[in-house]
C-alpha cells in the first residue's frame, strides 16, 4: 500500500536558497518564496521575482443544507475575491465577485498572526489567520441590490475541536520553483444572515476546510480539485481533499489527503477524467495504488470567466455528490454514498 513520510517540522520551505520537497502535519513558521535564490535561469530582483509567485486562500464550509466556499487571490497583476452559497434544499444561491487592480492586501508569509482585507463601499471581505491560537476567521459583508438580498458571514474556524491533522506540503514544479499548500480539516461556528434569513452555525455540527496556497505556477496553469467532508452513521468527521496539478515527482509527493477523526492518510497521485464532453459530464477520480476510486456527479454550478489585458482566469465550481471507496492507512475502507461535496476547474494564463 501508498506510503509518504511525513517530516519533521522545519521553519520554512526554503533552506539556503533552495525549495525543499516534502510533506509535513505542522504549519510553516513562514513562506516567503521570494527568498529562492535563482528560481530562474538569470537572477531577478525581488521586485520582479514578486510578479511570478501567485497566491490565493480557500475556504468551504457546510452546514446543513448550506454550503459556503470562498476563494481570495493574489495574481500580482490583480488580486480578486470570489463568493458562492448555496442552499441545497431550495436551490437558491448567492454569488458575488470582485477584483482589483495589482494587489489589494499585503501578501501575508505566515499564518499565525496576519490579516487581509478586501473592501469596496458595497462589499467587505475580511480574514484573520490566527493559527497561534488554532483559529481562522472569516467576516463577510455585501450590501443588497436591486436583485440580490444582503449577506453577511461572521465565520471562525476552530481547530481545537476536531484536533485535526494539518497537511502541508511544498512541491516542486522547476528546479528551484516550487508550490506550497497548507491544508486543515475544521470545525467551524457562527452566523450568516442572508435577507431575513439567519444561519447558525455550531461547532458540533458544522464543518469547514481551509487552504493556503502560494506558488511560481507556470504562466499557463489548470488545476483541477475535488473535496467533501462528513459525519458517517458512526459519528466519525471524515472529510478529502484532492488535487491534479503539473509537478515533479508527484507520487512521492502531493497534496492529495484523507482525515477520518483528525487522522490524516497521505494519498497518492490522482487522476481526472469526465466520461464524456460537457460540463454535466460525471468525473471519475482515479489513482494507480488501488486506493481512490470515486465518481462525482454535479448537481449545481458556479462559473466565473474574466479577462484583464492579455491575462485570462476561469473558475469552475461544480457542486454535487460523490460516490466509491476510498482507503486509509490501514486498509480500511471508507465508503461514500451520495455525499456532498465540491469539484473545481482553476484554468489561467497570467
Not at 4 to 33: C, K, M, Y
Not at 67 to 84: G, R
Not at 282 to 300: A, N
Request: hydrophobic letters at 40%; one cysteine or more; glycine letters at 4%.
Amino acid at each position: 500500500m501508498y506510503t509518504r513520510e511525513i517530516l519533521a517540522h522545519i521553519n520554512s520551505p526554503i533552506q539556503n536558497g533552495l525549495a525543499v520537497q516534502g510533506t509535513w502535519n505542522t504549519p510553516f513558521d513562514i513562506v516567503d518564496l521570494k527568498k529562492l535564490t535563482k528560481p530562474f535561469f538569470i537572477k531577478l530582483p525581488q521586485w520582479v521575482l514578486k510578479f511570478f509567485i501567485k497566491e490565493w486562500q480557500n475556504f468551504y464550509i457546510q452546514e446543513g443544507d448550506f454550503y459556503l466556499t470562498a476563494f481570495i487571490a493574489d495574481m500580482k497583476y490583480f488580486s480578486f475575491v470570489e463568493l458562492f452559497f448555496l442552499d441545497k434544499n431550495s436551490g437558491n444561491t448567492i454569488q458575488d465577485f470582485k477584483i482589483f487592480p495589482f494587489s489589494k492586501w499585503k501578501s501575508v508569509n505566515n499564518l499565525k498572526n496576519t490579516n487581509i482585507s478586501a473592501d469596496t463601499s458595497d462589499f467587505s471581505f475580511k480574514v484573520h489567520n490566527w493559527l497561534d491560537s488554532h483559529s481562522v476567521r472569516l467576516d463577510i459583508d455585501i450590501a443588497a441590490t436591486f436583485d440580490t438580498l444582503n449577506f453577511t458571514a461572521q465565520l471562525e474556524f476552530d481547530f481545537d475541536v476536531l484536533k485535526s491533522t494539518p497537511l502541508c506540503v511544498n512541491l516542486l514544479c522547476a528546479e528551484n520553483r516550487c508550490l506550497y499548500t497548507y491544508k486543515e480539516l475544521s470545525a467551524v461556528r457562527g452566523r450568516i444572515i442572508w435577507g431575513e434569513k439567519r444561519i447558525v452555525l455550531h461547532r458540533k455540527t458544522s464543518t469547514g476546510l481551509f487552504c493556503d496556497n502560494k506558488g511560481y505556477y507556470p504562466i499557463k496553469s489548470k488545476l483541477s480539485y475535488c473535496s467533501a467532508f462528513w459525519k458517517d452513521e458512526n459519528g466519525q468527521t471524515i472529510g478529502f481533499s484532492l488535487c491534479e496539478k503539473k509537478t515533479k515527482n508527484k507520487n512521492e509527493n502531493n497534496e492529495n489527503v484523507l482525515w477520518v477523526n483528525g487522522i490524516i492518510t497521505a494519498l497518492p497521485a490522482i487522476r481526472i477524467t469526465q466520461v464524456q464532453d460537457g460540463e454535466n459530464s460525471e468525473w471519475i477520480i482515479q489513482d494507480l495504488e488501488g486506493m481512490v476510486d470515486l465518481t462525482f456527479r454535479p448537481k449545481k454550478k458556479f462559473e466565473n470567466k474574466f479577462s484583464v489585458f492579455l491575462s485570462n482566469f476561469e473558475h469552475k465550481i461544480p457542486m454535487g455528490c460523490f460516490n466509491g471507496v476510498i482507503l486509509d492507512s490501514c486498509g480500511n475502507a471508507v465508503k461514500l454514498h451520495n455525499f456532498f461535496g465540491v469539484a473545481e476547474i482553476i484554468d489561467f494564463r497570467i
